[in-house]
C-alpha cells in the first residue's frame, strides 16, 4: 500500500512504540512518538523503563521480525559487542527440574542488554522519514470528535507552565504500557472495558552486572533456571555486551532475593547449578544490586468486545503483560507489530477489529505458556481447570524426557522461540517419544 498523507500519533517510545512506529510508517506519511522520558543519546537506562536493567533477550522469531524491520540491525548489534546465541545450542536450559539436552543448530537469537537495544531500535526508528519525537511529556488523555479518536492531549514538564497541548492524529496507538489508562479514556466515551485476565505471581527480581574468568561457561552463553513446587525461585545468568554478564535472580509468592551483594550470590546458590554459582562467586561484580517488582500477569481482552472507539488501537503491554521470568516481552511486541503491518497493509477500514483479533493469535500461545508455567506452581493462586492440569503434567514430562532425548528437546526449543506454534509439542512423533518415554 502506498504512502498515504496520513498522521499516527503513538503514545510511548519504548520498545512496544517504536515497533509499532516503525510499521505505521509504511502507511502514514507522518509518525510522532509521545514520551514521558527525555530519551537519552547514549544506550543508558531510563527512569522509564524500570525494568529495563534486568536480563532481556530478543528470542530466535523476535530477532527475525526485527531483522525484517531493520536490516542490518543484527549485524550492527554484534559490531556493539552483543552476543548471536543458538538457543539450542548455547542456552543451559533447566525447567520442571530437568536439564534440556542440546539441540540441533537453528535461528538464532540476539542478547542484548534493553538499553543497547531500545537505543539501536529507535535510531534507526528517528532516521525514517516523517517520524517525530515529542520527549519530556506526560500524557493526559484522548482528543475526541462524534465518538472518534482525533488526537491526545500532553502537558510538557518543563518550560511550558504546565499548559495542556494537542497533536492531532487520523490514529492514536496507546503503548504506554501495562497501565491500561485507555481503559478509563475510552470508558468515558460510553465504551465498555475489555475482561481481564490476571494471575497474581508476586514476583521481585534482582539484578547486577558481572565479570567472569574468561572462558569460564563456554561454549555457553546463557543459563536459565526456571521455579519448581515448592521453590518459587528463578535465576538467568546471561552473556551481553561490553564482555558481561548479567544476573538475574527471582522469587515469586512472596519469596523474594535479598539486595545485599553478597547475600544475593548465596541466594542465587539455591537456584544455580554448583558449577555456576561457583563461576559466580568467582567473577567480579561490576555494579550494584537493582531490584523491581512485578505483582500480577494481565491479559485484556479486547478482541472480545463488541464496539471500540475508532481512531484508537491499544498495543503492547497495554493487551497483554507477562510474567517477566518466561521472556517473552519483546518478542510478542514485535509479533504484534507485524500483525499491525499486515492489517494496515489491507487497508484502515475496521483496523481495530481486525488488528485485535490479529493481536490475540500473537498472544494465545504466548499467555497459555507462561500461565501454565505460574499455575504449575502451587504456591501461585488461580483457577486450575482439568485442561490445565493435563497440560502441566505433559509439559512436566516432555521436560524429562527432553533431559535425554534430542528430538522431544528441539520441539521444545522451537516452540520457546516462537519458531513452531505451542500445538507442536502435541504432534504424534513428539508426544509418542513424551508418553513411552518417561
Known sequence: ??????????????????LAARALTETYAR???????ELPAEPLNRRGVPQGRHVHVLLPRGSQVLGSFFPGLAGELGLAGVPHTQLARQIRFVVSGHRLT???????????????????VRRRVAALPGVEFVQGCDVSGLVTSAGRVTGARFVRRSGAGGQEETVEADLVVDALGRSGRSVEWVSR????????ERIKVGIKYVSCFFRTPPGALTPEQGVLVGPVPGRTRGMA???????????????????????????????????????????????DRLSDPVTHAFPSSVRRRYEKLSAYPEGLLVFGDGLCSFNPIYGQGMTVA?????????????GRGDLAHRFYRAAAKVIDPAWQLSAAGDL????????????TRLINRYVARLHRVGATDVAVADAFWRVAGYLDPTPALLRPRVALRVLTRG
Open 102 to 120: 542440546r539441540g540441533r543448530p537453528g535461528p538464532v537469537m540476539l542478547q542484548p542488554t534493553r538499553a543497547t537495544l531500545e537505543h539501536a
Open 31 to 37: 509518525v510522532t512518538l509521545v514520551e514521558r522520558d
Open 376 to 387: 504449575a506452581l502451587p504456591e501461585i493462586t488461580g483457577p486450575r481447570p482439568l485442561l
Open 189 to 196: 466515551l460510553g465504551y465498555p472495558a475489555p475482561a481481564e
Open 334 to 346: 514485535s509479533l504484534q507489530a507485524e500483525a499491525l503491518r499486515a492489517c494496515l497493509a489491507a
Open 237 to 283: 545468568f546471561m552473556a551481553c555486551e561490553g564482555d558481561r554478564w548479567l544476573l538475574t535472580v527471582a522469587g515469586m509468592a512472596g519469596d523474594h532475593p535479598p539486595t545485599d551483594p553478597d547475600a544475593l550470590v548465596d541466594f542465587a546458590g539455591t537456584i544455580a547449578p554448583r558449577d555456576v554459582h561457583d563461576v559466580i562467586v568467582r567473577s
Open 1 to 18: 500500500m502506498g504512502r498515504t498523507t496520513g498522521h499516527a500519533v503513538v503514545l510511548g517510545a519504548s520498545m512496544g512504540g517504536l
